[in-house]
């Protein structure tokens, strides 16, 4: 019984160490394309990504209206009632081992939520902000 709890235990924290790698990945990716859109960019901001995330931009939805206000919580679509897994990563290790992904759902939340797609540097602030939540 033991060895399999050392087994099971030894899984996750390898899962969640590939979870992480994927993420920082990613956000090697958007830091490469945030400073090609804007020479001026230096680095992610997690307070940014929390603002982003929370601000409505103008419209009725922001982020957190179907993610919740605290990403360590499962969350609820507003018009489709289904359930959305928690986005910080600690929460949901799963969260944003998929590039493909992770770029299809930025994608159509931000037409959602902003009207338009995200820069990189708004997607690298929220990203950086999901990964620093304990």
Not at 117 to 126: H, I, L, N, P
Request: include cysteine; glycine fraction near 4%.
């Amino acid at each position: 019984m033991r060895l399999l709890a050392y087994l099971l235990t030894s899984c996750l924290i390898s899962f969640q160490a590939y979870a992480a790698e994927n993420a920082n990945s990613q956000l090697q990716q958007l830091a490469s394309q945030a400073k090609a859109e804007n020479s001026a960019f230096t680095a992610f901001n997690a307070q940014r990504g929390q603002q982003f995330f929370s601000s409505t931009h103008g419209n009725d939805w922001s982020c957190a209206s179907c993610h919740t206000k605290n990403p360590l919580q499962t969350g609820k679509h507003d018009v489709t009632g289904k359930i959305i897994q928690p986005m910080a990563l600690s929460a949901n290790p799963t969260r944003f081992t998929d590039v493909a992904k992770t770029q299809k759902w930025f994608k159509r939340n931000c037409k959602d939520v902003v009207g338009r797609e995200c820069t990189a540097q708004e997607k690298g602030d929220v990203l950086t902000w999901l990964i620093s939540l304990k």
